[in-house]
């Protein structure tokens, strides 16, 4: 992987893979200047991440890797959200994001306008998530991680 050198990791649309999470592949650096100059857009681990404009809109990801250096952060087209902790579990507000049900809100939020695609505040704050309790949401990611897990079971031995 590259290194420190190169500066800071700057992840955009092209970084949120389809599968939820982030995508390396090609990664996009800025200065370590300029990265020490923002005063925002800098990613936690667990943060979600959400392109907000483009042909991208939308898509969104978990931050659960271990970056190869310490220092990332979004470029302009990403949004980064981080829950209410009180009130909403960081990996249930992700997999609600992820959801078809949300998505298709966000899609008509994204595309009901003339021109290019894309989401502003105003628009993140109408999208609509169930919110039952946090032991409910709990038990509902411990639900969704198995059946990830049974999924990943079942396409190894298809591919095997």
Known sequence: FPSHDKGAISLGGEQIGSDGKVNLR???FVSLEFYKKANRGFVKDNDILM????????KVCLVDVSFPIKEVMTNEHVYIMRANKNKISQEYLFYCLFSKNVQDQ???????????????????KSIKVPLPSLQEQLQIIATIKQKEQENQI???KNRG
């Open 26 to 28: 090609k990664t996009p």
């Open 51 to 58: 392109c907000k404009d483009g042909a991208l809109t939308g």
């Open 106 to 124: 966000i899609k008509n939020l994204a595309y009901n306008k003339s021109g290019q695609p894309g989401l502003n505040q105003q628009h993140i």
């Open 154 to 156: 079942l396409q190894k």
